[in-house]
């Protein structure tokens, strides 16, 4: 009997503490001004916030002003609020062409140059797998194209693809290759798509240090007979000519922040609490005649999110330390969350949780979607939160999608850290989703602001809760970033 009334008080305890920090929340929210945060960066002032047109410095700047007069601290080592990347955007050429015997591919049709200068010449090619380290041993590639598989073992996500041939180009010129050919073969993922999609200007992380890189092409090969034929030596050499190769420097940016935590030990952990804050910019004219893709779903909604936490944090900090991130580039291949995951401005080992936010939209107001759930011990935490606004939280339900790694978090996740992504409510990827994501129709104005209201405030709970939680966060046991995680924070 002792120990049931034991219970029965700590638990008492515990829903009051609950309700304490939810009224907190309620009281200190501005719905008005959180409405009209969201309106701005959803507006056709910052024309659909394309991290390679200006109007996205419009947008980091707002960002880190709301951080300045809420109150959060600039980190030491970033340049005020941000942190500065390196950009190269690199634009289709004005010809690309690839002659294999009396086989020829045009830029789109078969053949995409995707970086690199202008080159012409007829040069010998070598077959060198995946393009990695150990499949240079025995080879000779000094002045020959190498040409080498798309993406890397068991990792073929689109974010994969473009992280590992950005780092395969590196090795290639380290070798004295002239030029590096990728054989796309990836048949779930139509050609066709992926021609729509990198047919454009590309931006990447410039590692060059100010030296020119090589050429970079990705040529269709979904049977994998291009490649097994220049492997037996059928085709030894090509002709190539690309011509009107235009590449550029631009700096992005991270808007990053801080808040100290009260807790004189926890105060050295911090909680991330992060989103992206870029989207598709301009684009094809819908039938309404609007171009302007104005992510308000994708993600002005998270950006906001993250904006509401500075606010409630600087005036209400918890135990642990909040890290807050504005992700630039994530709509170009995740590049600025990827960029501060190996230039962290706080040691990795510090960030003991990461409740990343994105979406594509919803269909479902009564939910909050958290993909990762069920793979952390926040789990609890985070559905209590989602409870006490009156919303439920539940599991990916399209886990064919991948959408898991397919956002900021699994930047974080590959270096160990807890990282589930809080997303608005959906059960499917339904025509509802469809007709606003990278849309142009993603408008405020269609968006249900009394969710976007709930959805911000049981955000800013479920931080909490995992900020105050007295125990650190961890992956379930078995998942597969529990391994990296422990030799992140030690074994302890």
């Given at each position: 009997?002792?120990?049931?009334?034991?219970?029965?008080?700590?638990?008492?305890?515990?829903?009051?503490?609950?309700?304490?920090?939810?009224?907190?929340?309620?009281?200190?929210?501005?719905?008005?001004?959180?409405?009209?945060?969201?309106?701005?960066?959803?507006?056709?002032?910052?024309?659909?916030?394309?991290?390679?047109?200006?109007?996205?410095?419009?947008?980091?700047?707002?960002?880190?002003?709301?951080f300045?007069?809420?109150?959060?601290?600039?980190?030491?080592?970033?340049?005020?609020?941000?942190?500065?990347?390196?950009?190269?955007?690199?634009?289709?050429?004005?010809?690309?062409?690839?002659?294999?015997?009396?086989?020829?591919?045009?830029?789109?049709?078969?053949?995409?140059?995707?970086?690199?200068?202008s080159?012409?010449?007829?040069?010998?090619?070598?077959?060198?797998?995946?393009?990695?380290?150990?499949?240079?041993?025995?080879?000779?590639?000094?002045?020959?194209?190498?040409?080498?598989?798309?993406?890397?073992?068991?990792?073929?996500?689109?974010?994969?693809?473009?992280?590992?041939?950005?780092?395969?180009?590196?090795?290639?010129?380290?070798?004295?290759?002239?030029?590096?050919?990728?054989?796309?073969?990836?048949?779930s993922?139509?050609?066709?798509?992926?021609?729509?999609?990198?047919?454009?200007?590309?931006?990447?992380?410039?590692?060059?240090?100010?030296?020119?890189?090589?050429?970079?092409?990705?040529?269709?090969?979904?049977?994998?007979?291009?490649?097994?034929?220049?492997?037996?030596?059928?085709?030894?050499?090509?002709?190539?000519?690309?011509?009107?190769?235009?590449?550029?420097?631009?700096?992005?940016?991270?808007?990053?922040?801080?808040?100290?935590?009260?807790?004189?030990?926890?105060?050295?952990?911090?909680?991330?609490?992060?989103?992206?804050?870029?989207?598709?910019?301009?684009?094809r004219p819908?039938?309404?005649?609007?171009?302007?893709?104005?992510?308000?779903?994708d993600?002005?909604?998270?950006?906001?999110?993250?904006?509401?936490?500075?606010?409630?944090?600087?005036?209400?900090?918890?135990?642990?330390?909040?890290?807050?991130?504005?992700?630039?580039?994530?709509?170009k291949?995740?590049?600025?969350?990827?960029?501060?995951?190996?230039?962290?401005?706080?040691?990795?080992?510090?960030?003991?949780?990461?409740?990343?936010?994105?979406?594509?939209?919803?269909?479902?107001?009564?939910?909050?979607?958290?993909?990762?759930?069920?793979?952390?011990?926040?789990?609890?935490l985070?559905?209590?939160?989602?409870?006490?606004?009156?919303?439920?939280?539940?599991?990916?339900?399209?886990?064919e999608?991948?959408?898991?790694?397919?956002?900021?978090?699994?930047?974080?996740?590959?270096?160990?850290?807890?990282?589930?992504?809080?997303?608005?409510?959906?059960?499917?990827?339904?025509?509802?989703?469809?007709?606003?994501?990278?849309q142009?129709?993603?408008?405020?104005?269609?968006f249900?602001?009394?969710?976007?209201?709930?959805?911000?405030?049981?955000?800013?709970?479920?931080?909490?809760?995992?900020?105050?939680?007295?125990?650190?966060?961890?992956?379930?046991?078995?998942?597969?970033?529990?391994?990296?995680s422990?030799?992140?924070?030690?074994?302890?």
């Amino acid at each position: 009997m002792a120990k049931r009334k034991t219970l029965l008080l700590a638990f008492s305890i515990l829903t009051f503490q609950v309700h304490a920090q939810k009224s907190s929340i309620e009281k200190d929210f501005n719905e008005k001004e959180a409405i009209s945060h969201f309106r701005y960066l959803a507006s056709d002032e910052l024309m659909g916030r394309d991290p390679i047109r200006p109007e996205i410095d419009a947008a980091a700047r707002y960002i880190s002003e709301q951080f300045w007069k809420y109150g959060a601290q600039q980190i030491n080592g970033a340049n005020g609020y941000y942190q500065n990347i390196p950009f190269r955007l690199s634009s289709p050429p004005s010809k690309g062409k690839v002659s294999l015997g009396n086989s020829s591919f045009e830029q789109g049709d078969g053949l995409l140059v995707l970086d690199g200068p202008s080159l012409s010449g007829k040069f010998e090619m070598v077959v060198v797998g995946y393009g990695q380290e150990s499949d240079y041993n025995g080879l000779e590639v000094e002045g020959k194209i190498v040409v080498t598989n798309v993406g890397a073992p068991n990792r073929l996500s689109p974010a994969d693809l473009f992280s590992a041939g950005r780092a395969k180009i590196t090795l290639a010129k380290s070798k004295g290759a002239i030029a590096l050919i990728e054989m796309y073969n990836v048949p779930s993922v139509p050609w066709n798509l992926v021609t729509n999609f990198l047919n454009r200007p590309q931006l990447t992380v410039d590692n060059s240090k100010g030296e020119e890189t090589i050429p970079y092409i990705w040529l269709k090969d979904l049977n994998n007979e291009i490649i097994n034929a220049i492997g037996k030596g059928e085709f030894s050499t090509t002709e190539i000519q690309i011509q009107g190769k235009i590449n550029r420097k631009i700096t992005g940016k991270n808007v990053v922040a801080i808040i100290e935590g009260t807790d004189p030990k926890l105060k050295d952990e911090y909680i991330m609490l992060s989103a992206h804050y870029d989207h598709v910019g301009v684009g094809r004219p819908n039938a309404e005649g609007d171009s302007i893709y104005n992510g308000a779903r994708d993600n002005a909604v998270g950006t906001v999110a993250v904006i509401n936490a500075a606010k409630y944090f600087a005036k209400n900090p918890p135990k642990r330390s909040v890290l807050l991130c504005a992700w630039t580039a994530e709509e170009k291949g995740l590049l600025g969350s990827a960029y501060f995951s190996e230039n962290p401005l706080i040691p990795l080992n510090q960030i003991i949780f990461n409740l990343n936010i994105d979406n594509g939209g919803y269909n479902d107001t009564s939910i909050i979607t958290v993909i990762g759930l069920g793979r952390t011990t926040a789990d609890p935490l985070i559905e209590a939160a989602a409870s006490d606004f009156g919303l439920k939280a539940t599991s990916d339900p399209s886990p064919e999608q991948g959408l898991y790694d397919r956002s900021d978090n699994v930047n974080f996740a590959r270096k160990g850290i807890p990282a589930p992504t809080f997303s608005l409510g959906f059960t499917a990827f339904d025509d509802e989703i469809n007709k606003y994501y990278h849309q142009p129709s993603d408008h405020v104005d269609n968006f249900d602001l009394d969710y976007a209201l709930l959805y911000w405030k049981s955000y800013i709970l479920a931080a909490q809760n995992i900020a105050n939680w007295s125990k650190k966060p961890t992956w379930i046991p078995g998942d597969k970033y529990e391994a990296i995680s422990k030799e992140l924070y030690g074994k302890d």
